[in-house]
């Protein structure tokens, strides 16, 4: 089993930054795909970027080239730095871990980017 902690969210202007965190626990950290996906109001909740266990990493189109993953082991912590926000980046982000066959969730942080 694996518990995940988000922190990090907040309200930011327009082509600022944020940096989440996503603290895990409670199984062997580095096995784990880790993955940061968002929600909007009335959308779906798609992708936003995962890292491995061996560390390959995979962004969706609308955040490459601004948010980066990173993730440290030895701290069983994942990272999202979200860089040029956009008010389009405006959702609840969510901390995924995932390993055959299961999948976890944090409880989501709110990320709004206005003006």
Not at 7 to 26: E, H
Not at 44 to 53: C, F, G, H, K, M
Not at 76 to 85: H, S
Request: glycine share 10%; proline share 3%; with cysteine.
């Amino acid at each position: 089993q694996v518990q995940l902690v988000e922190s990090g969210g907040g309200l930011v202007q327009p082509g600022g930054s944020l940096r989440l965190s996503c603290a895990a626990s409670g199984s062997i950290f580095s096995i784990y795909s880790m993955g940061w996906y968002r929600q909007a109001p009335g959308k779906q909740r798609e992708l936003v970027a995962r890292i491995t266990s061996v560390g390959s990493t995979d962004y969706a189109d609308s955040v490459k080239g601004r948010f980066t993953i990173a993730r440290d082991n030895a701290k069983n912590t994942v990272y999202l730095q979200m860089n040029i926000l956009k008010p389009e980046d405006t959702a609840v982000y969510f901390c995924n871990a995932y390993h055959f066959p299961n999948y976890y969730w944090g409880q989501g942080t709110q990320v709004s980017v206005s003006s």
